[in-house]
């Protein structure tokens, strides 16, 4: 009797003693309500994110990796591209730097097929919906929780998501016990974007994601494979939680409405396929009145391409400007330097003159983007003639991190055109534009084609797609102005608007040069006159070498006299739409 006592003994100690090997090996169940306080921030050394205490409803522990051998695999949804791989493949990665052995990172698609380990589901899955996890989710909130022994990862924005794995990566690190890793209280929720969490959910069967494209409180989410019944369903959403239509718009190729509630403007548009809406603050979002309004009419609207001082061999630059039928200007661009910003001030001056004009009032100054080439001017003509003139408004799509690598490159340029008007034009107001968005300046309508919000998430790895393309319509005449549009834009646009694109008057992307205007492209937009932004010996380069195939072919679908080249600086070429 005592044997069998003892033995009953030694069984039970067995037991005891194997119990949190067998949980590892099994993995923990969390509750997936179960919220854990404070930043998901610090650093990876910092001993102060050493793990809190096991609390009771959050039981036992998740063995990541055992002796070197890793248990789970990465997952990441098919239509999340490389911004999803690129989150899976960190998780991977710290595994690997932790224990010397790989966690293999898989699309979903390919993960079904064989299901032989666990697996950790980054973003929006197929497997994280039927969870649960991501009901009641905002854009701007990531949730990490464990089902089984799966665990997810679940945000709706870049910016959470972007958290949310830096955490997880922490917890990893925090793991490593040998050879091992053990996953702690890994149940999490928290909010990264208050700006994003104000854009209404998309509802229904759509994958919506969202990211800044801008400033602070410039964000938008992007829902694919969208109908007009998603398009006039989130519209009836927005009426619904007391949005105001402020604008409708509908074209061949798009569909387009702003709603304005009590601190935001939301965007909201329907263009092959894609259900996109933009969030602005009220107090810094555009609100053009819809239709043309009324104005004195004090002559005849005309176009001006200026020469600018390029330095080197080529003359590239850009300067652009028209005097509308109300005695305003609009300008766009305006080249390198003090140079091109006194040239700008005195033809400005001289046009004004002849037209009769008491001083130089500019309506709207669009900034395609933020090259030297084309702004580099702004902060000299601002400090030196801000007091002479009288800006209204300053158009300029700044752009983030998250759209792209040349975003971040960019940022201080974009910076100093913000900081310019600050300093010296106090009473003039800087705001985004909207592609669909549609305005008004005197007799000259104003469509916004595209801008860099337009392409997919982390994309922008060439900043001359940051361009903001509009056209302008004088007298029934076209003018496409594209800046320094290149291959991103154009993929997106050719896709977009197909024969839309058709316009009389062209400016040349990018001067000409590659990567720029494709001959796809100019077959579309079919034009008969060209704005040619560059100098002589610039234009004779690209046709004899520097990019002879589409110069050609642009040059072919015009008259010789139809085409207008910039020139060097003090030279003035006006155009008319009679």
């Not at 205490?53 to 949804?77: F, K, M, Q, S, T």
């Not at 259900?275 to 043309?292: C, H």
């Not at 080439?373 to 902060?379: A, L, R």
């Amino acid at each position: 009797m005592k044997q069998m006592l003892l033995r009953g003994l030694l069984l039970l100690l067995c037991g005891l003693l194997l119990l949190p090997t067998l949980a590892g090996c099994r993995g923990g169940q969390s509750d997936p309500e179960h919220t854990e306080g404070g930043s998901g921030a610090g650093s990876d050394t910092d001993p102060a994110e050493s793990l809190p205490p096991e609390e009771p409803d959050n039981p036992g522990e998740i063995l990541i990796a055992e002796d070197g051998v890793v248990h789970y695999r990465v997952i990441y949804p098919d239509d999340g591209g490389s911004l999803f791989y690129d989150f899976a493949n960190s998780i991977a990665e710290t595994i690997q730097n932790q224990v010397n052995a790989s966690a293999r990172v898989q699309k979903e698609s390919v993960s079904q097929i064989a299901q032989e380990q666990p697996a950790i589901y980054v973003g929006s899955t197929e497997a994280l919906r039927k969870t649960g996890l991501d009901e009641n989710l905002g854009y701007g909130d990531y949730r990490i929780a464990a089902v089984g022994e799966d665990i997810y990862i679940a945000a709706y924005s870049y910016a959470a998501l972007d958290e949310a794995v830096e955490h997880f990566n922490r917890r990893i690190r925090n793991g490593l016990d040998g050879g091992s890793i053990y996953l702690r209280n890994y149940a999490r929720e928290e909010t990264v974007s208050e700006e994003l969490n104000g854009i209404p959910l998309i509802s229904g069967e759509l994958t919506a994601w969202g990211y800044t494209v801008g400033e602070e409180g410039s964000c938008e989410v992007v829902a694919a494979n969208a109908a007009e019944t998603d398009f006039e369903g989130y519209l009836a959403s927005l009426a619904a939680l007391s949005y105001t239509e402020a604008a409708r718009r509908s074209t061949d190729t798009g569909e387009y409405a702003t709603y304005v509630g009590q601190e935001q403007a939301l965007y909201v548009s329907l263009c092959g396929g894609e259900l996109r809406v933009a969030r602005e603050p009220v107090a810094t979002a555009f609100l053009p009145a819809a239709g043309e309004q009324d104005f004195e009419r004090r002559c005849d609207t005309v176009g001006y391409l200026m020469g600018v001082y390029g330095g080197g061999a080529y003359e590239n630059g850009m300067s652009l400007f028209f005097l509308l039928a109300d005695g305003t200007f609009l300008i766009y661009d305006g080249g390198h330097n003090e140079s091109d910003a006194d040239q700008l001030y005195r033809t400005l001056s001289e046009v004004a003159g002849e037209n009769g004009l008491d001083g130089i009032r500019i309506s709207a100054w669009i900034i395609t983007h933020s090259h030297s080439d084309h702004v580099g001017m702004f902060p000299s003509f601002l400090r030196k003639y801000g007091g002479r003139v009288r800006l209204e408004t300053v158009f300029l799509n700044r752009t983030s991190a998250e759209q792209g690598s040349a975003a971040a490159d960019m940022a201080a340029a974009e910076q100093t055109v913000v900081d310019a008007v600050q300093t010296y034009s106090t009473s003039t107001a800087i705001r985004r534009l909207q592609t669909g968005q549609e305005f008004w300046l005197a007799d000259v309508r104003v469509e916004v084609l595209y801008t860099a919000a337009d392409l997919r998430q982390g994309s922008l790895s060439d900043y001359n797609d940051a361009n903001t393309v509009t056209r302008l319509t004088v007298n029934g005449k076209t003018v496409l102005i594209t800046g320094d549009a290149a291959a991103g834009a154009w993929g997106t646009m050719v896709g977009r608007y197909g024969t839309a694109l058709k316009s009389d008057i062209l400016q040349v992307p990018h001067h000409g040069a590659a990567p720029g205007g494709t001959v796809e492209a100019y077959d579309l937009i079919d034009p008969d006159v060209l704005l040619w932004p560059a100098g002589d010996t610039l234009y004779a380069a690209l046709l004899a070498s520097m990019n002879p195939g589409p110069c050609q072919h642009l040059v072919n679908m015009v008259s010789a006299e139809n085409i207008h080249i910039a020139g060097v600086l003090g030279r003035v070429t006006p155009f008319r739409f009679d």
